[in-house]
C-alpha cells in the first residue's frame, strides 16, 4: 500500500489544494474493532488523510474545506478525529499555549478512561488509537474562542453520494498559521454490504477535498479527486 498525493491549482491567482493519503486501505468487520484477541485486533488500522491548500493575498471572512468519501460498495468510512495542524511558535504563542493546555486537560480524563477500559477488557488496538488521538491533539490548533471547527456533512459528486467532515477556518486563524495551511482526518474502513442491491453509478470517483477561500465566495471552489480502492482483507 502507498499513499499517494492529488492537486488543483490556479496559477493566476497562487491558490491551491492539495489532498494526500492512502489509496487501497483495508476495512474490518465492525466485531473485529472489538476482539480481544492481539492477532485479530491488529487487523484495525486507522488511516490518516492531509489536505493542505496555499493562497496569497489577505483573507477575509470564512474558509472551508470538505474532505468527503464515497458511500459504495461494501464498505463505510468512519471518521474519528479532525485536526489543524500548525507549527509553533505562531505570532500570539503564548495564548495559544494555554488555550492548548486547556483543550488536553479537558479530553485527558476521557483519553486516560478508555485507555485503562481497553487495557482492562483486552483491546490493545483500541487503547492504541486513543494514544494516536492525543498524539495529534498535541499537534492541532488549539480550540480558541471563535476558533475553527468542524462538522460532518454530505453531498453528490457526479452522481454518487458522499459523507464526510467539513473544516470552518476563521480568517485569524489563517493569519496565524501563515498562507499554507494544513489539516487531517482520521479514519477508519468499515465492511458494509448493501442489503440490496447498489445502485450507485459505475466508476465512483475516489476521495474528494473542496476549498473556498472567504475572501473570494463568488468564485468557483478548489476541487481535487484522489483515486481509492478499499479491498477487505
Known sequence: ?????????????????????????LPVPLEGLFSTGSRR?????????????????????????????????????KDV?????????????RK????LAEDVQAIKPVLEVAGEATAAAGFPVLGGLAAVMA?????????QKGGWYVKRTHGKHEGVLYQGVEWVLP??????IGTRVTG???????????????T?????????????????????????VLPLSVTAQ
Open 200 to 224: 450507485s453509478p459505475a466508476g465512483a470517483p475516489g476521495i474528494v477535498v473542496r476549498a473556498r477561500l472567504g475572501r473570494r465566495p463568488e468564485s468557483p471552489e478548489a476541487r481535487a
Open 41 to 77: 485486533a491488529a487487523q484495525c488500522p486507522a488511516y490518516l488523510y492531509v489536505w493542505t491548500f496555499g493562497y496569497t493575498g489577505r483573507v477575509r471572512g470564512n474558509t472551508s474545506v470538505t474532505l468527503l468519501f464515497p458511500s459504495v460498495a461494501e464498505w463505510r468510512c
Open 1 to 25: 500500500m502507498v499513499s499517494r498525493w492529488a492537486r488543483w491549482s490556479d496559477d493566476s491567482d497562487g491558490f491551491w489544494l492539495e489532498v494526500f493519503g492512502e489509496t487501497a486501505p
Open 81 to 93: 478525529q479532525a485536526v489543524v495542524y500548525h507549527l509553533p511558535p505562531v505570532q500570539e504563542e
Open 184 to 198: 487531517a482526518l482520521l479514519v477508519q474502513f468499515i465492511e458494509a454490504a448493501p442489503a440490496q442491491e447498489d
Open 96 to 99: 495559544w499555549r494555554n488555550a
Open 135 to 143: 498524539h495529534l491533539k498535541l499537534r492541532s490548533a488549539p480550540l
Open 171 to 176: 480568517a485569524r486563524l489563517l493569519r496565524q
